[in-house]
Each structure stands twice: as C-alpha cells, then as structure tokens.
C-alpha cells in the first residue's frame, strides 16, 4: 500500500509557477490544484522555443529532463516562487523494436523549500505524419488524413531540412496560403508537410502531457513515512522472480523498493501479485 500524507496536501494554499507558451496551464491546473490545494500560475515573458523546438531550427540542449529543469527554474526566477512546474516532451523510435515512433512526455516538480525533486511520466506511441506534397489536393488529402486543423501541420518548401518554415497553421486558409508561398519557394514543385508537435497544435500529444500530469499527483501524493515529503516513490525493480518451472532465479521482478526523495528513507516490497514467474520467462526452461 502506498503511504500518503496525512491530508495530501503538502503545497496546499500555494502558488507554484509554470512558464509555458503553448497552453499547457489549461491541462495541468485541473488535475495538481483540486488534489493538491495549490494554485498554478501561468508565467510568461520568456520564450521557451529559445530551449530547443521540434521543427529542428533550435536543438535542444541536455537531456529531455535537463530542459524540463531549467524551464521550471526560469519559471520561479520570473514568478518569485519557491516552487515551480514544468513539461518537455520527446519523440523518436520506440524502445522496443525501434520501428514505431514514439512520445515521451515528463513533468518535473521543484521544490526549494523542501529541496525535493519530483518526476511524472508518460509514454507511449504516436504519429508521425509527414509527406512531400507535389500538389495542393496531395496536401489536402494528408491534411485531412492526419486530422487537420485540429491537428496543426508545418510546412516547408523541398524537404524536411529547409529553414524557410511555416507555423501556426490553424485553418484551411491559412494552410493554402502557406502552401501557395513555400511551392513558389521550392526548386523542385514540392512541399514538404509535417506534424506540428507543440501542445497547443497537437491533440494527441496533449493527451500524454495530461497522462504524465497525472503520473505526477500520484507521486506528490505519496508521502514518506519518515519525514512525509511527497514523491515516495518506486525507484527500483529487484529482479529475481523464481521460475515456477525450475525454481531458478528470472527477470522478472520479485521486489519493488521505493524511496524518499528528500530523506534516505526506503521501503523493500516483496511482489504479491505472482510468487512464480512463467517458464516463458525463464532463460533456462525457454532458452
């Protein structure tokens, strides 16, 4: 059983800064203020494409959790809080097979008054359309394919590496437009039509950010038992699982071990939802 506070609310009353350009305050206030008693204040005044963008006119500096931090910190600078809430996302293969794309999304947590750090998130795969459009009816039909204009396209003339880049395509009118000046522009006749990844531009990936929003109350929910900071949380799988077959030792786990993430507080969790793992899973029984 995970152990909670004894109200849950440990930033009840507070103000905690989120600085973000692309709407991302409409998803993330109505799950963290109801749960936690806190109020999200919308910063602005900073330009958070200036940390890297999708479309690859600026890379992305660090790690995708290094740039979640230092948009976080931007935001308590320019707020004056102690506290602050910030989103990245990122997409690439799959890490399964590495054939499909894929979004992770993750929200980090700061808090200097308790010096804690805490991380929710959400994955999954995704789309990723893209097209070389020789024709306005080749543009129209990808357009309506990938679902526009709720889901906002970027466009560019000859292929995916020209700097010469059109954004906030939100209507029909606005997309022929932009269709119109990027074919005059291009050498060879053709558009090159992408997603628009941003949160505000992309229905789906809002979606995952609201998931990782959610993966984030429940760890600042969870409380340690020592010191009742927020985030205890799972932060290893001891593998280890007998087999049922041979008794040896699997990769599955049979442990969970969580951790306080402002005192050195940890709890061992012996698995109880399966004693045996599968022979499917054992590298002797199914080598």
Same mark, same amino acid.
């Given at each position: 059983?995970?152990?909670? =506070?004894?109200?849950?609310?440990?930033? +009840? *009353?507070? %103000?905690? #800064?989120? &600085? @973000?350009?692309?709407?991302?305050?409409?998803?993330?206030?109505?799950?963290?203020?109801?749960?936690?008693?806190?109020?999200?204040?919308?910063?602005?005044?900073?330009?958070?494409?200036?940390?890297?963008?999708?479309?690859?006119?600026?890379?992305?500096?660090?790690?995708?959790?290094? =740039?979640?931090?230092?948009?976080?910190? +931007? *935001?308590? %600078?320019? #707020?004056? &809080? @102690?506290?602050?809430?910030?989103?990245?996302?990122?997409?690439?293969?799959?890490?399964?097979?590495?054939?499909?794309?894929?979004?992770?999304?993750?929200?980090?947590?700061?808090?200097?008054?308790?010096?804690?750090?805490?991380?929710?998130?959400?994955?999954?795969?995704?789309?990723?359309?893209?097209?070389?459009?020789?024709?306005?009816?080749?543009?129209?039909?990808?357009?309506?394919?990938?679902?526009?204009?709720?889901?906002?396209?970027?466009?560019?003339?000859?292929?995916?590496?020209?700097?010469?880049?059109?954004?906030?395509?939100?209507?029909?009118?606005?997309?022929?437009?932009?269709?119109?000046?990027?074919?005059?522009?291009?050498?060879?006749?053709?558009?090159?039509?992408?997603?628009?990844?941003?949160?505000?531009?992309?229905?789906?990936?809002?979606?995952?950010?609201?998931?990782?929003?959610?993966?984030?109350?429940?760890?600042?929910?969870?409380?340690?038992?020592?010191?009742?900071?927020?985030?205890?949380?799972?932060?290893?799988?001891?593998?280890?699982?007998?087999?049922?077959?041979?008794?040896?030792?699997?990769?599955?786990?049979?442990?969970?071990?969580?951790?306080?993430?402002?005192?050195?507080?940890?709890?061992?969790?012996?698995?109880?939802?399966?004693?045996?793992?599968?022979?499917?899973?054992?590298?002797?029984?199914?080598?």
């Amino acid at each position: 059983m995970i152990p909670t =506070a004894p109200n849950g609310r440990e930033a +009840e *009353g507070q %103000r905690v #800064a989120l &600085l @973000t350009q692309h709407g991302k305050e409409k998803v993330l206030a109505p799950i963290l203020e109801p749960a936690l008693g806190c109020r999200i204040a919308h910063v602005q005044g900073f330009d958070t494409d200036t940390l890297g963008t999708f479309t690859r006119e600026i890379p992305r500096a660090g790690t995708q959790l290094e =740039a979640a931090r230092r948009k976080a910190r +931007e *935001g308590m %600078r320019l #707020a004056g &809080l @102690t506290r602050g809430v910030a989103n990245e996302g990122s997409f690439g293969p799959d890490p399964f097979t590495g054939l499909f794309p894929w979004n992770v999304e993750i929200w980090v947590w700061l808090d200097d008054e308790l010096g804690i750090e805490v991380v929710g998130m959400a994955q999954g795969s995704t789309r990723d359309g893209h097209q070389l459009c020789h024709s306005w009816e080749a543009l129209q039909g990808f357009a309506e394919q990938e679902g526009f204009p709720d889901q906002q396209l970027v466009l560019r003339p000859d292929g995916p590496d020209n700097p010469r880049v059109h954004k906030d395509l939100a209507d029909w009118a606005s997309l022929r437009s932009a269709y119109e000046t990027a074919h005059a522009a291009s050498r060879a006749g053709e558009v090159f039509a992408e997603l628009d990844l941003r949160a505000f531009a992309s229905p789906s990936r809002m979606a995952r950010i609201a998931e990782a929003a959610i993966n984030l109350r429940q760890k600042l929910l969870s409380a340690c038992p020592a010191c009742e900071a927020p985030g205890f949380w799972i932060t290893e799988r001891v593998k280890g699982l007998p087999c049922a077959g041979c008794g040896l030792p699997t990769n599955a786990h049979r442990e969970t071990i969580r951790a306080c993430t402002r005192c050195d507080h940890r709890h061992v969790e012996p698995r109880v939802d399966q004693l045996k793992a599968d022979p499917s899973q054992c590298r002797w029984c199914n080598p």
